[in-house]
Every structure is written in C-alpha cells, then in structure tokens.
C-alpha cells in the first residue's frame, strides 16, 4: 500500500509488525500498515492512500430479461 502525507507535518505510521514508519511531511512511502489502523488512516484524510494490488472487476451478472413483445397478437 501506498501512502502519501497531505499534510505540512510528519506523521509515524504503524507497520504490520507493529514496528513505527515515519512518513515525511508531503512525503510518500510503501507500507504494509497494521490492520487496525488502516481505517483510521482512510478516516483521518490526511493521506491519499493507494493500494498496490489492481482491484478486481467485480463479476458481471447477466439479468435475463423477457422477451420483447413484437406488436402481433399470437394466435391460439
């Protein structure tokens, strides 16, 4: 995951070995930040945070939809 810092200031982030990481004012760095933190520093908005894995599409579900009438009566 990518971090950058917004702010003016620094900032020490919390690695997931629970080792801190100090991020420079309008700094970037790659971390792999503890899962406890991570939503507090998507929360904070003080950083643009970048994952490193593409997302994956999310599977299309195809609607079946019924038949478009034609305008001509069937006869029985």
């Known amino acids: 995951m990518r971090i950058t810092n917004l702010t003016n200031s620094p900032y020490d982030l919390l690695d997931a070995k629970g080792k ?11 971390i792999d930040p503890h899962p406890q933190h991570v939503s507090h520093y998507r929360a904070v908005g003080y950083f643009r ?3 490193d894995a ?3 599409p999310a599977a299309r579900k195809t609607a079946t939809q019924p038949a478009a009438p034609t305008g001509v009566a069937e006869k029985d």
């Not at 801190?20 to 790659?30: H, I, M, Y």
Request: glycine letters at 6%; zero cysteines.
């Open 20 to 30: 801190t990481v100090r991020l420079a004012a309008r700094g970037s760095v790659s």
């Open 49 to 51: 945070i970048e994952d």
């Open 54 to 56: 593409p997302a994956k």
